[in-house]
Every structure is written in C-alpha cells, then in structure tokens.
C-alpha cells in the first residue's frame, strides 16, 4: 500500500516494487498500480517459476520441459568450461531449484551440490544428476 500511495503521489516518477512476489497473480497485481516489479528470490529458489510468470504475463512462449533446460544448459557450460573463465560450481548452483517441489530435488540438489567443486566437474554433471533426480522419484512413485 506504500509503494501504491508514493506511485498515486508521484505519477510522473517511474516506481517499481521488489520483495515476496511469488506468482504472477501477484505480478499482475502489482502492475496495476505501479510502474514494474522485480522478481528475486523466487526466481533464485525456483527458477522455473519464471516460465509461469513469461505465460501470464504474455509472453506466449510454450515453457520448455525442465529437461530440455538441461539439455540447453549442458551446451552453455560446455562453453563456459571451455573458455577456462569459470567453474562448474558457478554455473550449477543457479540451477539448484530447477526442481523444486518435485519429486527427486533432493537428489537433483545433492548431486550438483556435492560434485560441481571437484576439478574433474564436466558437463556431464547435469545428466548425471538428472538421471539420479529420475530415479529418486521412480522410487518414491
């Protein structure tokens, strides 16, 4: 309500708000009253919430299947690994909750997490822990 009152205040100045947006409900919602709103946690903690925010919010793209994620990602850091700029760790922990809610997180999580700091660490890391996410979730199936 602040935020509203100081955009109803202050037309001319461009507001934007920024904390505990979770859905693109509440995106909307908020852009009805001021001039844009920024996603943060909820895109760090659950990246893939990001499709549902580019659905509503009219992005009319088809959201790719998390896998098809990873597959695009392998290439990325195929590239990045390449260009000797950066770690693996790096580049996985921005992937930690790909799969969050789902069935086989924790094992999605726990691979990346306990394997991406090793000097070996490839690409072949993300298949490894998407395999070990599908077999987690078969078992609990």
Same mark, same amino acid.
Request: proline share 4%; net charge positive; glycine share 8%.
């Given at each position: 309500?602040?935020?509203?009152? *100081?955009?109803?205040?202050?037309?001319?100045?461009? /507001?934007? /708000?920024? !904390?505990? /947006?979770?859905?693109?409900?509440?995106? &909307? =919602?908020?852009?009805?009253?001021?001039?844009? $709103?920024?996603?943060?946690? =909820?895109?760090?903690?659950?990246?893939?919430?990001?499709?549902?925010? @580019?659905?509503?919010?009219?992005?009319?793209?088809?959201?790719? $299947?998390?896998?098809?994620?990873?597959?695009?990602?392998?290439?990325?850091?195929?590239?990045?690994?390449?260009?000797?700029?950066? &770690?693996?760790?790096? /580049?996985?922990?921005?992937?930690? !909750? *790909?799969?969050?809610?789902?069935?086989? $997180?924790? &094992?999605?999580?726990?691979?990346?997490? @306990? &394997?991406?700091?090793? =000097?070996?660490?490839?690409?072949? *890391?993300?298949?490894? $822990?998407?395999?070990?996410? @599908? @077999?987690?979730?078969?078992?609990?199936?």
């Amino acid at each position: 309500p602040r935020v509203y009152a *100081l955009k109803k205040r202050h037309p001319a100045l461009s /507001i934007h /708000i920024n !904390g505990g /947006i979770t859905s693109a409900t509440d995106m &909307q =919602e908020h852009l009805r009253h001021v001039d844009g $709103a920024m996603i943060g946690r =909820e895109a760090y903690q659950n990246p893939y919430a990001l499709t549902r925010f @580019e659905a509503v919010l009219g992005g009319g793209h088809l959201a790719p $299947a998390r896998e098809h994620v990873v597959a695009q990602m392998q290439h990325y850091t195929d590239a990045q690994l390449a260009s000797g700029r950066v &770690q693996l760790k790096h /580049i996985v922990r921005h992937m930690l !909750g *790909l799969f969050n809610g789902l069935p086989g $997180a924790r &094992q999605w999580r726990r691979t990346l997490s @306990e &394997q991406s700091h090793r =000097e070996d660490a490839d690409s072949g *890391l993300l298949q490894r $822990a998407l395999l070990a996410r @599908e @077999e987690a979730a078969r078992s609990v199936a």
